[in-house]
């Protein structure tokens, strides 16, 4: 009798859930967003709310909430109703730097969360200033062992997925780089186009403006994917420095307890929404291709990233 009210129960919920999502959305979906606006996960969230609303008159308002590392924004989620009304837009660092630098982080994503989709995936790139004599990663590599610790790099802060790309690719080519850290990515970069350091692990898309004024070479990917619209640009794997994949996702969050079935239709429309070739091109303006992998798929490459980064912290001995 037990196991029939238990299956009853289970069979009423997803009923429930069911009828819920028939309805969804009948209000405003708010998105919140750890950083300030214009960074690359604020820009990425309203131009996916842009798209929501125009494709299927979607009312999704944007909510900045920095700070914290990104506690601040993503335990506000996690505490928030689980209705789909409050979702979150976040990006590598909350959920595949955060768990393994920081020994007590307010949330988990098993616990607190349901993946939805990533968003985007943006490269992360080595450069430097072009005054430097340094062109390609064999440059680079034999400049650093000729002087261990003496040649920097530059990244939005100590910490930062950035920062840990940087070791991760001086551990595999076995050299010793010196961590310059900055308050943003802005400032990172202007630091290697200026010529404070000559050396930066940069997104594509805070590089490009000073690729074209001649003030920067980009050294090549630190991924292992090249890039279709820029063909020139090498990999560190393809200069025989193996293992580095480093690229900043950008992805979509509920918080556990969000009925299956709205995840689901949240997962397709986005999913959808993300295929429109305008939204393609403009995801690839900015260096980023578009995502629309299933939440299962999601959440494999946020473990994926995760064991990663742990590894790089606990081979370069990094503290937060």
């Known amino acids: 009798m037990k196991m029939k009210e238990t299956l009853a129960g289970a069979l009423l919920i997803a009923m429930a859930g069911t009828a819920q999502a028939q309805d969804y959305p009948s209000r405003p979906i708010r998105m919140v967003v750890p950083f300030a606006a ?6 990425t969230a309203r131009l ?45 660092g909350e959920f595949s730097v955060n768990p393994a630098l920081f020994k007590h982080v307010p949330y988990d994503l098993e616990r607190d969360f349901k993946p939805i ?70 400032p990172a970069m202007a630091a290697v186009a200026g010529g404070e350091v000559p050396l930066g692990v940069v997104a594509v898309p805070a590089v490009l403006p000073h690729v074209k004024t001649g003030r920067v070479n980009v050294i090549g990917l630190l991924t292992r994917k090249t890039m279709s619209d820029h063909p020139d640009w090498k990999t560190a794997q393809s200069a025989g420095i193996p293992n580095v994949d480093a690229s900043n996702w950008v992805g979509m969050f509920a918080p556990k307890g969000t009925p299956d079935a709205i995840i689901e239709k949240l997962h397709r429309e986005v999913a959808q929404t993300l295929s429109d070739p305008s939204v393609v091109a403009r995801f690839a ?28 912290i606990e081979r370069a001995k990094i503290e937060p």
């Open 117 to 186: 989709t990533l968003v985007s995936d943006t490269p992360l790139l080595l450069v430097a200033n072009s005054a430097t004599p340094y062109k390609t990663f064999d440059d680079v590599v034999k400049a650093a062992k000729a002087k261990p610790d003496a040649l920097a790099f530059s990244s939005p802060g100590a910490g930062s997925y950035n920062h840990l790309a940087g070791e991760w690719f001086a551990l595999e080519a076995g050299i010793k780089l010196m961590h310059v850290p900055y308050k943003g990515g802005a």
């Open 38 to 43: 214009g960074g690359v996960v604020d820009v």
């Open 285 to 312: 303006d900015n260096g980023a291709t578009v995502g629309g992998i299933s939440p299962a798929e999601f959440k494999q490459r946020i473990e994926f990233d995760l064991k990663n980064v742990r590894n790089v």
């Open 48 to 92: 996916l709310a842009q798209k929501l609303t125009e494709r299927l008159g979607w009312n999704v308002i944007v909510e900045n909430k920095p700070g914290g590392n990104g506690f601040i924004a993503v335990t506000n989620v996690a505490q928030a109703p689980a209705d789909g009304y409050t979702l979150l837009m976040a990006h590598t």
